[in-house]
């Protein structure tokens, strides 16, 4: 049964976490990770994210157990066949290893439409940002990335990318090895205007 949404219905929880969120190291990620349940409701709070159209112009690929090994065996076989140096191969097959859960969300943009392409591609990086606050509510720290792989043709397409296909982010999701240290946030006044 799905949840209704609430209307007029004050969180100021969900406020605090807003203004107290903050990403987290996929290098300082450890066990555990989400439950199946968890990334269930991680997932489906990714999918509510605003979509001009109902268009839903994004995938989730998911990356847990050893299909993290198997993800980073494709970067280390891309690398070897470019002939790339060793360490920086074995580096890259521990990639998706540093969380115990990585989220791939996937832009499927649709051209053509009378939703224009980039609000499609908003949408796919209003996904990201959901999951990711999905992930601190249930306790867990999460790091958006792209990085190289996220733009190489190759992996992409052993990724199992459609062509038009890209990636949104790689969001490596598990629990913090160290309290998180808050980092410089913008001053309100340089960015603000009224109109």
Same mark, same amino acid.
């Given at each position: 049964?799905?949840?209704?949404?609430?209307?007029?219905?004050?969180?100021?929880?969900?406020?605090?976490?807003?203004?107290?969120?903050?990403?987290?190291?996929?290098?300082?990620?450890?066990?555990?990770?989400?439950?199946?349940?968890?990334?269930?409701?991680?997932?489906?709070?990714?999918?509510?994210?605003?979509?001009?159209?109902?268009?839903?112009?994004?995938?989730?690929?998911?990356?847990?157990?050893?299909?993290?090994?198997?993800?980073?065996?494709?970067?280390?076989?891309?690398?070897?066949?470019?002939?790339?140096?060793?360490?920086?191969?074995?580096?890259?097959?521990?990639?998706?290893?540093?969380?115990?859960?990585?989220?791939?969300? #996937?832009?499927?943009?649709?051209?053509?439409?009378?939703?224009?392409?980039?609000?499609?591609?908003?949408?796919?990086?209003?996904?990201?940002?959901? #999951?990711?606050?999905?992930?601190?509510?249930?306790?867990?720290?999460?790091?958006?990335?792209?990085?190289?792989?996220?733009?190489?043709?190759?992996?992409?397409?052993?990724?199992?990318?459609?062509?038009?296909?890209?990636?949104?982010?790689?969001?490596? #999701?598990?629990?913090?090895?160290?309290?998180?240290?808050?980092?410089?946030?913008?001053?309100?006044?340089?960015?603000?205007?009224?109109?």
């Amino acid at each position: 049964m799905s949840k209704q949404p609430l209307f007029n219905h004050p969180a100021p929880e969900a406020l605090d976490l807003l203004l107290t969120r903050r990403s987290g190291s996929a290098k300082a990620m450890k066990a555990p990770g989400p439950s199946k349940k968890q990334l269930a409701d991680i997932l489906l709070a990714g999918a509510r994210a605003p979509d001009h159209g109902k268009l839903f112009p994004w995938r989730f690929i998911v990356f847990e157990g050893d299909g993290r090994a198997r993800a980073g065996d494709i970067l280390a076989d891309v690398l070897e066949a470019e002939g790339e140096r060793e360490k920086h191969i074995e580096e890259e097959r521990g990639r998706f290893l540093r969380a115990p859960l990585v989220i791939g969300v #996937i832009s499927s943009a649709r051209e053509m439409h009378k939703v224009p392409v980039w609000e499609q591609e908003l949408s796919a990086g209003a996904v990201c940002q959901n #999951i990711l606050i999905a992930a601190t509510a249930l306790g867990f720290v999460g790091n958006w990335l792209t990085e190289w792989y996220a733009f190489h043709p190759a992996v992409k397409e052993k990724l199992g990318l459609k062509p038009g296909e890209r990636v949104a982010g790689f969001l490596y #999701i598990g629990t913090a090895k160290d309290e998180l240290e808050e980092r410089p946030r913008p001053e309100m006044d340089k960015i603000v205007t009224r109109f």
